[in-house]
């Protein structure tokens, strides 16, 4: 995977105008788990495919293009073609053949939604994965004009949802609160056909279980994009927690980052930090963020390290003190709530060092108060950044304030 972020835009009228034939597998920062595969031949889109949850995918679309009958399972292996299967699982069917073509249609549409709705992506051209004989091709411009609606309010959201692939948790100690917030409004027109299938109760109890947007739908009998409206405002105020579809492992997030560089392996027993820089080749173009959070850090790494940085990740802040003590970073990222010490604490105590007095240090939440930005300036915090972290806003930081810590 080219670790150089690109508009997908721009890559999509690139490759279309050129007349190009293969497969762009394209993946966002902000979730790697998720990638997302455009065939094309000769320029013409011909089917839009996902790496991972293809099954609860093809679900969704199967419910909402109202085709009936139960949809069909596919064996989704690397090997195997899920355009071939889904072919052959649907000719099986006997569905008419104008049906076949709504459904394949769909793929495209709402893959399309998706992928343009991303600001930066990271893409890799694979010209030999092709589909030969395919049933529909459309041209970007046949397509993207009728999508826009849909691609603003996705590009509105992804700061919070980042796509159909993340999972929604309401947790225990939320539940109650999450209930009367809605209990205001669950009889409102536009939760009507929601309201009419289900008691508010069985509505909130979507959320206990971790499904991604496409599970929740298909459970609550509506659209995906209705879902993350509704929900939008409650992941705001956090008592909606996001998850990516799928966790991955350090060694997985090295391979994606780096696949034909060989990483160096972690010292068992070390997991306190990730993607560890060695202290002897520090410089001026590190940078740290200290957040306990595995996503965040997959986030923050996987970002600043396309635009060209070193990242240290500490997971752990107690120890962070310890092993800031080995680096000069240029500018840290101190998440406000963790446990042991919470971020305020700990920026408090850095800018006691004489080491880290001037290091432009920018605090991370779920929150955006005036009340937190405040404090946040009272134990010396240089700047202030919202979580989930927009990538470009995310670079645009680092790099401004580099510039600055160089200066000093």
């Not at 826009?148 to 539940?175: T, V």
């Not at 010490?341 to 850095?350: A, V």
Request: aromatic share 8%; net charge positive; hydrophobic share 40%.
């Amino acid at each position: 995977m080219n670790n150089k972020l690109q508009n997908p835009l721009q890559v999509l009228q690139e490759k279309t105008r050129s007349g190009w034939s293969g497969c762009l597998e394209i993946e966002s920062p902000q979730d790697l788990s998720i990638c997302w595969n455009v065939y094309l031949l000769q320029g013409k889109i011909q089917y839009i495919s996902s790496a991972a949850g293809q099954q609860a995918r093809l679900e969704y679309l199967w419910q909402i293009s109202n085709l009936g009958g139960k949809c069909p399972h596919l064996k989704f292996q690397q090997e195997s073609s899920e355009y071939l299967q889904l072919h052959d699982a649907l000719t099986q069917k006997q569905l008419p053949d104008k049906d076949i073509k709504k459904l394949l249609y769909r793929f495209i549409r709402e893959g399309l939604i998706h992928i343009l709705s991303l600001e930066q992506i990271q893409i890799r051209l694979v010209p030999t994965r092709r589909i030969t004989k395919a049933l529909i091709s459309f041209t970007l411009e046949q397509l993207t004009p009728k999508l826009e609606p849909q691609i603003k309010f996705w590009k509105q959201i992804n700061s919070h949802i980042h796509s159909p692939f993340s999972r929604l948790y309401l947790d225990q100690k939320q539940a109650l609160q999450f209930y009367k917030v809605w209990k205001a409004k669950y009889n409102t027109p536009e939760l009507g056909a929601i309201s009419q299938n289900h008691k508010l109760s069985s509505f909130v109890s979507l959320f206990v279980a971790k499904d991604c947007l496409y599970q929740i739908a298909i459970k609550a009998h509506t659209e995906v994009h209705l879902i993350a409206k509704l929900l939008t405002q409650s992941i705001i105020d956090q008592l909606i927690t996001v998850f990516p579809f799928k966790e991955l492992s350090p060694e997985e997030i090295a391979q994606k980052q780096q696949p034909t560089k060989a990483k160096p392996r972690a010292t068992p027993g070390k997991t306190a930090s990730i993607g560890k820089p060695d202290p002897a080749n520090a410089s001026s173009s590190l940078i740290v963020c200290v957040d306990d959070s595995k996503t965040v850090q997959k986030q923050v790494k996987m970002t600043l390290e396309a635009a060209g940085y070193k990242v240290l990740g500490i997971l752990d802040p107690s120890l962070a003190l310890k092993q800031l003590a080995q680096y000069q970073p240029a500018v840290i990222f101190l998440d406000i709530n963790m446990p042991n010490i919470n971020g305020y604490d700990l920026c408090s105590l850095l800018r006691k060092s004489q080491k880290f007095k001037e290091v432009p240090i920018v605090m991370l939440t779920g929150r955006d108060g005036m009340i937190d930005r405040v404090r946040a300036k009272i134990v010396g915090a240089t700047d202030y950044l919202t979580k989930p972290c927009d990538p470009n806003k995310l670079i645009t930081l680092a790099k401004a304030l580099e510039r600055t810590s160089v200066a000093v």
